[in-house]
């Protein structure tokens, strides 16, 4: 199987449970029920979700408020595209993409 190919369904998995838990983290809020750590929200940010923690919270409006989330999922994705865009411009042939 392709490499590339597992790399995008890996990303749009991780993305799609980054998306998921910012939801399932708010309804946890509203019904004051137990909640997912915040480390864990981040985890699954720096493993590859960013995009979709950052769309779920806004889409949810959930930590919004929390200048920790505001502005640090936004700097993981930004050094996640820089990683890629040094990777795919690296003069060094990369023999797995």
């Keep these: 199987m392709n490499v590339m190919k597992l790399l995008i ?5 991780v993305n799609i449970i980054g998306f998921a ?3 399932i983290d708010k ?7 137990w909640r997912i750590p915040e480390a864990t929200l981040f985890l699954v940010a720096i493993i590859g979700g960013s995009l979709g923690s950052i769309l779920g919270m806004y889409t949810f409006r959930h930590k919004t408020r929390h200048r920790i989330f505001t ?25 797995f993409l």
């Design 21 to 23: 838990l910012m939801g």
């Design 71 to 95: 502005i640090g999922m936004p700097i993981i994705l930004i050094i996640q595209v820089a990683l890629i865009v040094a990777v795919m411009m690296s003069p060094f042939e990369i023999a």
């Design 27 to 33: 309804r946890r809020a509203i019904r004051r029920s």
């Design 9 to 13: 369904e890996y990303l749009v998995i």
